[in-house]
């Protein structure tokens, strides 16, 4: 891809100012980059930027406080870095933020779904984009699958798919597939009755085997260590293995991420049983857009209105009440 | 092979159901089930489509290492409850009866062959005659067959045969089942497995049966990905040791690491684990739950100090444990199957494989 190569260049010429370039390299599984961290200008050739670029770089910034990285970005990423900004968990001046038109990445699970009478997304040899489709070489041969039907849900809402803050923009700006994020599959959720959500949900956290992969995903999740899940002193959570306890995790996360959540959808992507817990962030991130007519990770100037305290909201009229 | 002494059978599909749900009388019997985008181990019941082979998201080991349990609950006695002075009772949880776990992967299997010198003795057997033994755990284990089903074609992430293993390994099966045209071939691989097959359903194996079996195991041998040559593999015993202080070279390693615990939960060979009292008013329970050597809490001291406060140094004990620790004083047997799910299910594409070859490399250079 001409974009993948005219990043690898812009790469090789940043990084004797950086102490590292973090990006996208090849991964385990056809189906996934792995996370790269660049140090070395002629390690340059394996980076990677385009549809199986999925993991949020983001996510990382804030270990390397201090030292001066470089940053590869989708849209969704950049709204991470901005958040993290925002709340002064990075400093601007730490970071070189290289931006690239995204076209959107895949969902993982979506191509397997679709594949599964051919074979096991992990018994592909290979797979490469070509336009709108990606082609893959699977054990009895090459077939390919249409971008769209295999594209991440966060995707088709993405608002800002071409970083809005980078020091360096490689390629053209492209429009969005939306033009609002209405919150459909929120409105098709809640169409259910109440005790068939939580059957829905107490049926799916058993699944959890509380391996936080969620959490440890999710650029915004900062407390790191110090998370209450874990906390021994106060015992916040039982160590038995309950559903209820699990899904009260889903809700602490949830709150704690309430208006500082860009709905980058890692916490869903890493989680190994496939819970889809980004719908329970969606929730309050509608919530927070309507009562405070705020999106995270966007405007440098707002101010995360949880983070904050106004004596009166503007939309919240207790006073009417 | 063991399984020369006793005689295949074979079960139809449309049998397989009923021939399980025979055993599920005498036996919880495990078998997985996808749900959503994950394949999970359920107990049998309606709709778990038993028919088509399908690889389990999580490994079997919580049937025999449950995910927490109770190793005992404690009650405050009489009047005196809440004095210091009071009695506590104490009590046993009721033992599980005897389990069956249908359709784990041959690297499961022998995921338990890791568990079994830690929680039969370790530590305790030359000086005492192995006097630490775990209770909940054997009995489990005495009580539980494992019915394997050989894998058609190995993963990307696969690599079993770098450590001993195959698609079709008995090592640790009671019954190995292969998928035919129409049903599964069913090998006895012990007297337990043997047992299983009482059953009218299970008919002997015709020999074209058994050569086509055969044909399958090898084909899916062929599948796995290139190995390290024999032997060289062992050279990661010394090698991550004389890396233990190469601080450099694990945060170079672990630099894409989330430090979160999907490898070591998923694990069939992880078996670490936390123990906390947790009471409400004068009754609680002894609680032992799974723990990961991923996590910052796993080494945290009383005093506040963390020995392996970086995620660089979790890292290089969750692999220094599995390819050079636990084989120091285990027989040389590593402490990983090959089963691939720390690689496969790492949200960050971690893969132990490029590490402990790059820790051999390594090693040869200084
Ligand atoms: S909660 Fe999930 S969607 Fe929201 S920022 Fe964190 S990882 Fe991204
Ligand atoms: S990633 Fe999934 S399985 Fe792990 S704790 Fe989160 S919800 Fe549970
Ligand atoms: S190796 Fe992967 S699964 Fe294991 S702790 Fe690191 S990020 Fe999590
Ligand atoms: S370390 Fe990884 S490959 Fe080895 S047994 Fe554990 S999960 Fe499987």
């Known amino acids: 891809m001409a974009i993948e190569q005219e990043l690898q260049a ?6 004797p100012e950086l102490d590292c370039i973090i990006g996208w390299g090849p991964g385990p599984d056809a189906l996934r980059d792995a996370p790269l961290f660049l140090r070395d200008a002629a390690d340059a050739d394996v980076l990677r930027a385009g549809f199986f670029s999925v993991n949020n770089p983001a996510l990382f910034l804030p270990e390397y406080k201090g030292r ?51 074979c096991e997304a992990g018994e592909l040899r290979s797979v490469r984009e070509q336009g709108d489709s990606i082609v893959l070489e699977g054990p009895d041969g090459a077939f390919s699958l249409a971008k769209k039907d295999v594209r991440a849900d966060k995707c088709e809402r993405c608002l800002f798919p071409n970083a809005m803050d980078a020091d360096l923009f490689v390629g053209e700006k492209r429009a969005p597939f939306a033009e609002l994020d209405e919150y459909a599959d929120l409105a098709a959720f809640e169409q259910a009755p109440l005790e068939e959500r939580m059957a829905f949900w107490e049926k799916e956290m058993s699944r959890c085997i509380r391996c936080y992969a969620c959490r440890d995903a999710c650029p915004l999740c900062v407390c790191r260590d110090q998370c209450v899940a874990v906390a021994r002193d106060p015992h916040w959570l039982s160590q038995a293995d309950g559903i209820r306890d699990k899904l009260f995790f889903q809700i602490i996360h949830a709150s704690h991420l309430a208006g500082r959540c860009t709905g980058c959808g890692e916490c869903e992507r890493a989680c190994p049983m496939g819970i889809p817990v980004l719908l329970l962030k969606r929730a309050l991130s509608r919530r927070v857009e309507t009562l405070f007519a705020y999106r995270a990770g966007i405007d440098m100037q707002g101010r995360p209105p949880l983070l904050t305290f106004s004596l009166e909201e503007p939309r919240i009229k207790e006073r009417d009440w | ?12 599909f449309k049998a397989l159901s009923g021939w399980l749900r025979a055993l599920a009388q005498k036996a919880t019997v495990h078998a997985p089930r996808r749900e959503g985008r994950a394949v999970v181990y359920r107990e049998l019941g309606d709709g778990q489509g038993l028919e088509s082979f399908l690889r389990p998201t999580e490994s079997a ?33 009721e033992g599980e009866g005897p389990a069956i776990i249908f359709g784990a992967l041959s690297c499961d299997a022998r995921g338990f062959l890791s568990f079994d010198p830690v929680y039969d003795g370790c530590g305790t057997a030359q000086a005492v005659g192995g006097i630490a033994k775990d209770p909940y755990y054997l009995r489990r284990r005495a009580n539980t067959s494992i019915i394997v089903r050989a894998c058609k074609s190995a993963l990307n992430t696969c690599f079993c045969h770098w450590v001993g293993g195959g698609p079709a390994s008995t090592e640790g099966a009671d019954l190995l089942a292969t998928d035919l045209e129409g049903g599964l071939l069913l090998s006895p691989c012990s007297e337990a497995g043997a047992a299983l097959l009482e059953h009218p359903d299970c008919v002997p194996a015709l020999p074209e049966q058994i050569a086509a079996a055969a044909a399958l195991h090898a084909a ?46 998923l694990c069939p060979t992880c078996y670490c684990f936390n123990i906390t009292d947790e009471s409400n008013g004068i009754a609680g329970a002894r609680l032992r739950s799974w723990d990961s050597c991923m996590s910052a809490l796993f080494t945290l001291e009383a005093s506040g100090h963390n020995p392996r406060a970086a995620k660089a140094a979790r890292l290089k004990n969750r692999v220094g444990h599995k390819f050079s620790y636990y084989p120091a004083i285990h027989e040389g047997r590593f402490s990983c199957c090959g089963c691939g799910r720390c ?16 820790a051999i490399k390594e090693a040869a250079h200084v």
């Not at chain 1, 812009?10 to 990084?15: D, N, T």
């Not at chain 2, 062992?234 to 615990?261: M, V, Y």
Request: net charge positive; aromatic share 6%; with cysteine.
């Open chain 2, 61 to 93: 080991k919580h049937v025999l290492f449950p995910r927490s349990e109770a190793l005992f609950s404690f009650q405050r006695q009489g009047e005196a409850a809440g004095a210091a002075s009071g009695k506590i009772r104490l009590q046993e949880p």
């Open chain 2, 220 to 265: 899916a041998e062929r599948s796995l990905g290139e190995a390290p040559p024999a032997g060289e593999l062992a050279a990661s015993r010394a090698a991550l040791l004389a890396l233990f202080e190469n601080s450099e070279f694990w945060q170079r390693q672990s630099a894409q690491c989330l430090s979160c615990g999907a490898c070591t939960y």
């Open chain 1, 68 to 118: 001066k990285i470089g940053v590869l970005v989708k849209g969704c990423d950049a709204r991470s870095v901005g958040q993290l900004l925002l709340e002064g968990l990075v400093r601007r001046e730490d970071l070189f933020v290289i931006g690239f038109p995204c076209s959107g990445v895949i969902d993982a699970g979506k191509a397997a779904a679709l594949i599964a009478d051919r």
């Open chain 1, 10 to 15: 812009a790469v090789k010429a940043a990084l």
């Open chain 2, 343 to 358: 690689i496969k299910s790492c949200p960050s594409s971690v893969d132990i494989r490029k590490i402990v070859l790059a």
């Open chain 2, 1 to 12: 092979m063991s399984d020369r002494s006793f005689t295949p059978a074979f079960i139809s």
